[in-house]
């Protein structure tokens, strides 16, 4: 089993910056893939970036490339997405998600193919 815990979402102004993280424990060892998702009230569950485990490799959203940036620390198994020039369309609920084990890189921007996945955590931005 792998928990993720979510933690410092909160309230900006347009055009602000803000960091969350992700903290995974348990068995790591199983990761394959970090995820960023977000939902916002009426709407399907996004993909927004994720990140290799071990191959650092990352791919986003066209909406948040260029503004958002994962990234990660084995010292402490925590997944960051730093997050820039944020916009009201940013605002949403931000879930962090692992997968266990390997899948086609096609799948990896579809929710279902993650195992794991955090409470969330509220990013509102103000216009």
């Known amino acids: 089993q792998v928990q993720v815990v979510e933690s410092g979402g909160g309230l900006v102004q347009a055009g602000g910056s803000l960091t969350i993280s992700c903290e995974a424990s348990g068995r790591t060892s199983d990761i394959y893939v970090m995820g960023w998702f977000r939902r916002t009230p009426g709407k399907e569950r996004e993909f927004v970036a994720r990140i290799g485990w071990t191959t650092d490799t990352t791919s986003y959203r066209d909406s948040v490339k260029g503004r958002f940036t994962i990234f990660r620390t084995n010292a402490v198994n925590t997944v960051y997405l730093k997050m820039n020039s944020l916009q009201p369309d940013d605002t949403a609920v931000y879930y962090c998600?692992?997968?266990?084990?390997?899948?086609?890189?096609?799948?990896?921007?579809?929710?279902?193919?993650?195992?794991?996945w955090g409470q969330g955590t509220q990013v509102t931005v103000s216009s």
């Open positions: 998600a692992a997968r266990r084990g390997w899948v086609m890189d096609e799948h990896l921007d579809r929710s279902i193919v993650y195992d794991y």
